[in-house]
T-cell receptor, first 115, second 113 residues
Framework: GAVVSQHPSRVICKSGTSVKIECRSL??????MFWYRQFPKQSLMLMAT?????????EQGVEKDKFLINHASLTLSTLTVTSAHPEDSSFYIC???????????FGEGSWLTVV | GESVGLHLPTLSVQEGDNSIINCAYS??????FIWYKQESGKGPQFIID?????DKRQGQRVTVLLNKTVKHLSLQIAATQPGDSAVYFC????????????FGSGTRLLVRP
């Protein structure tokens, strides 16, 4: 079946650096991709919605200059956390919408730790 | 983000019993709802969905009930098994400038052997 792949699954970066997380739809074309952030014992918080070839739509309170989202193709979206700080440490999850019935599929998430 | 998730409530059930997990949604215009299961450190897994023109839908061991009058969803799991232990989220499709999937606050299900 359809699979959404995230990479890396875990990443540790130094404070002040940038880190990129990739989200790929492996066997379908994803017209829309969603990026979520999840803190421990909390729900998934939608950060932004991206449509292929257009600018991402960010949720209120999410800094678009800090969380850069690029959806350059129908199978790839990237989230770049710029100038990362320890408080950005979280579980980042992407989902992709497409395929038969416009089903929404989730990736396995990426753990980011900023030290 | 729109989802509010503070501290997850916990439902503890005996193995073999039925579980009922509840969820309240906020947008009366939402017309599509999904239940997800999330195991520790993993992404959400689709369980079952329901459209607003239905009030009940059944899957294998799971049933979703939708009450649009009070904006309430429930997930019923029959004969709960240890492998059902996880966090369960309801999510709704919200139409804004485009559509987006918004998660509810979640419930942790613990199955006692």
């Amino acid at each position: 079946g359809a699979v959404v792949s995230q990479h890396p699954s875990r990443v540790i970066c130094k404070s002040g650096t940038s880190v990129k997380i990739e989200c790929r739809s492996l066997d379908f074309q994803a017209t829309t991709m969603f990026w979520y952030r999840q803190f421990p014992k909390q729900s998934l918080m939608l950060m932004a919605t991206s449509n292929e070839g257009s600018k991402a739509t960010y949720e209120q309170g999410v800094e678009k200059d800090k969380f850069l989202i690029n959806h350059a193709s129908l199978t790839l979206s990237t989230l770049t956390v710029t100038s990362a700080h320890p408080e950005d440490s979280s579980f980042y999850i992407c989902s992709a919408s497409g395929g038969t019935g416009n089903t929404i599929y989730f990736g396995e998430g990426s753990w980011l730790t900023v030290v | 983000g729109e989802s509010v998730g503070l501290h997850l409530p916990t439902l503890s059930v005996q193995e073999g019993d039925n579980s009922i997990i509840n969820c309240a949604y906020s947008n009366s215009a939402s017309d599509y709802f999904i239940w997800y299961k999330q195991e520790s450190g993993k992404g959400p897994q689709f369980i079952i969905d329901i459209r607003s023109n239905m009030d009940k839908r059944q899957g294998q061991r799971v049933t979703v009930l939708l009450n649009k009058t009070v904006k309430h969803l429930s997930l019923q799991i029959a004969a709960t098994q240890p492998g059902d232990s996880a966090v369960y989220f309801c999510a709704e499709i919200v139409m804004d400038s485009s559509y987006k999937l918004i998660f509810g606050s979640g419930t942790r299900l613990l199955v006692r052997p």
